[in-house]
């Protein structure tokens, strides 16, 4: 099922990230041509193998990617192919201070895959991944987001699941349609629609111009 979110309280007037060049809609109108630029977030998942598809499907619908990978989504996917793909580092832990920004200012966020672990330490605030810290502040600065959780029916029948999906929806974050997979059987690859991530955010990133 998929969750219609509520207005985003903090749509109507985003705030801007506190450095680092302005977001694509504030532009002057000669620089407007400039693609938006999606922010692919990557968890631990055995599908994550596949997300060059959704770089793919997105940069074909013109905008720009970059990826962020948990620390243990890292070990999932082909680093070099992705960066190859993108032309941009992928991002996987902080920066130190006084370093330069590897990529541009987020103009939409997809979590896919989200695992369990990641939706809800997400929900709960907590912040210990560079992932989950570029998740908790967008909500803040406007930037609409969509997860796609990839879990089993085992991972999903835990309450906290339920309760962080609730909160996620009550932030704005659109949710995708993937319904979980029987534990332990081969997962629902065949199911899982990279190409959702653009369905939901094309809409949200038109809204905010
Ligand atoms: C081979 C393998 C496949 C996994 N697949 C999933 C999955 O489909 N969904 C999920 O929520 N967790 C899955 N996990 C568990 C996560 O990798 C684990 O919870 C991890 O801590 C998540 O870290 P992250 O949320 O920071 O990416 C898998 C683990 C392994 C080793």
New binding site residues.
């Given amino acids: 099922m998929k969750l219609q979110p509520p207005p985003h309280p903090a749509r109507a007037a985003p705030l801007q990230p506190s450095t680092g060049s302005p977001r694509v809609s504030d532009q002057p109108d000669q620089q407007q041509t400039k693609k938006p630029f999606l922010y692919v977030v990557?968890?631990?998942?055995?599908?994550a193998r596949d997300v060059g598809k959704l770089i793919t499907a997105a940069q074909e619908a013109n905008w720009d990617v970059g990826v962020v990978?948990?620390?243990?989504?890292l070990g999932?996917i082909d680093a070099e192919a992705v960066e190859a793909q993108t032309g941009y580092p992928i991002r996987s832990a902080w920066r130190l201070p006084g370093d330069p920004r590897p990529l541009p200012p987020a103009d939409a966020i997809a979590v896919a895959?989200?695992?369990?672990?990641?939706?809800n330490?997400w929900a709960a605030g907590i912040s210990d991944?560079l992932?989950?810290g570029i998740l908790c502040e967008a909500y803040g600065m406007g930037i609409p987001i969509a997860a796609f959780?990839?879990?089993?029916a085992a991972?999903a029948a835990h309450p906290a699941y339920a309760r962080s999906l609730d909160v996620l929806h009550e932030m704005g974050v659109l949710i995708g349609s993937y319904e979980p997979h029987e534990p332990k059987a081969d997962?629902g690859a065949e199911r899982y629609r990279w190409e959702e991530a653009l369905e939901l955010l094309t809409p949200e990133l038109s809204a905010a111009d």
């Fill in positions: 990557v968890c631990a998942c055995g599908i990978a948990t620390p243990q989504g999932f895959p989200a695992t369990f672990n990641t939706i330490k991944t992932a989950l959780p990839y879990v089993n991972q997962g």
